[in-house]
């Protein structure tokens, strides 16, 4: 198994440019998460999906989009790239149903917006 | 919603010396807890879980962390620290019950540096 794998590795954008950062997950795992980390600030929650058509949003959703057409994929989009978007991105999944099950970690996006 | 408090973002010791990082969150009913660890350029790693039963708990690289409900804290301590365990380590949440179910609430991270 891969586990949790992110593309790209790394990012460097122009204001108002748009991306998707990719995730993919093969442990048929219901439940998938996308978090940024900014220094000092630890993991916050920008969207969560429970399975296959069914997304919502975190903390801090404003200015990404996400959509669930499988089970294996939860890409993050910007729209519009801003440079208080500059921030590591982490997808995560686990399996859904019960609280205390272990999610598990994709290696990040390092994502830079000039 | 959960808050997760980590009270020290930084937390430098030397190499063989003990050491304890300090989680505390809000009250609620049920709660489960976990901490991660992050090497440097790395995803997180989970290093430990409370779920139920024994307070104590172990995990892997020699840590365990102590559930106190009474204080609503999460300790994370370590007889003997080597350098390897330099990191950065995140004390997290999960409800166990209403619409937040499942959801990990982060606390904000603790630096450990472990020198020579």
């Known amino acids: 198994n891969a586990g949790v794998t992110q593309t790209p590795k790394f990012q460097v954008l122009k204001t108002g440019q748009s991306m998707t950062l990719q995730c993919a997950q093969d442990?048929?795992?219901?439940?998938m998460s996308w978090y940024r980390q900014d220094p000092g600030m630890g993991l916050r929650l920008i969207h969560y999906?429970?399975?296959?058509?069914?997304?919502d949003q975190g903390e801090v959703p404003n200015g990404y989009n996400v959509s669930r057409s499988t089970t294996e994929d939860f890409p993050l989009r910007l729209l519009s790239a801003a440079p208080s978007q500059t921030s590591v991105y982490f997808c995560?999944?686990?399996?859904?149903?019960?609280?205390?099950?272990?999610?598990?970690f994709g290696p990040g996006t390092r994502l830079t917006v000039l | 919603a959960q808050s997760v408090t980590q009270l020290d973002s930084q937390v430098p010791v030397f190499e063989e010396a003990p050491v304890e990082l300090r989680c505390n969150y809000s009250s609620s009913v049920s709660v489960y807890l976990f901490w991660y660890v992050q090497y440097p350029n790395q995803g997180l790693q989970l290093l430990l879980k409370y779920l139920s039963g024994s307070t104590l708990v172990k995990g892997i690289n020699g840590f365990e962390a102590e559930f106190n409900k009474s204080q609503t804290s999460f300790h994370l301590r370590k007889p003997s620290v080597h350098i390897s365990d330099t990191a950065e380590y995140f004390c997290a949440v999960s409800e166990g019950r209403g619409s937040t179910l499942g959801r990990l609430y982060f606390g904000r991270g603790t630096q450990l540096t472990v020198w020579p």
């Open positions: 442990m048929n795992h219901e439940y």
């Open positions: 999906s429970v399975g296959a058509g069914i997304t």
């Open positions: 995560a999944s686990s399996r859904a149903g019960l609280p205390g099950n272990e999610q598990f």
